[in-house]
């Protein structure tokens, strides 16, 4: 299982429009619809207004390559550009 913790740094007050719009795009269930993915959610910070974090577990690391040469992984590039600040991304194997 491979499982990153992805913190994104939003724009001061867009927290909810970048989850908006990413579920608008249809992203998040594309990438919960992918062969091997296992959870793909989207969170809010309790204590920072501008931090959301994103969970994906995947059967494999070749799980998640494979989902960042998908069309709505590029599209969320995107995305991000308008809305975020700064990523960071906790890389984690577990069984």
């Not at 990153?4 to 992203?27: C, M, R, S, W």
């Not at 091997?36 to 994103?54: I, P, S």
Request: net charge negative.
């Amino acid at each position: 299982m491979f499982i990153l913790h992805v913190t994104y740094t939003v724009k001061p007050g867009q927290k909810e429009n970048f989850v908006q719009a990413i579920a608008d795009a249809g992203i998040d269930a594309a990438s919960r619809a992918e062969e091997g993915c296992r959870q793909y959610d989207y969170f809010y910070a309790a204590q920072a207004d501008d931090k959301v974090l994103l969970v994906e577990i995947w059967d494999s690391v070749e799980a998640q390559q494979a989902h960042t040469k998908t069309a709505h992984f590029q599209q969320l590039g995107g995305i991000k550009e308008q809305y975020v600040l700064d990523t960071a991304i906790a890389k984690f194997i577990g069984e």
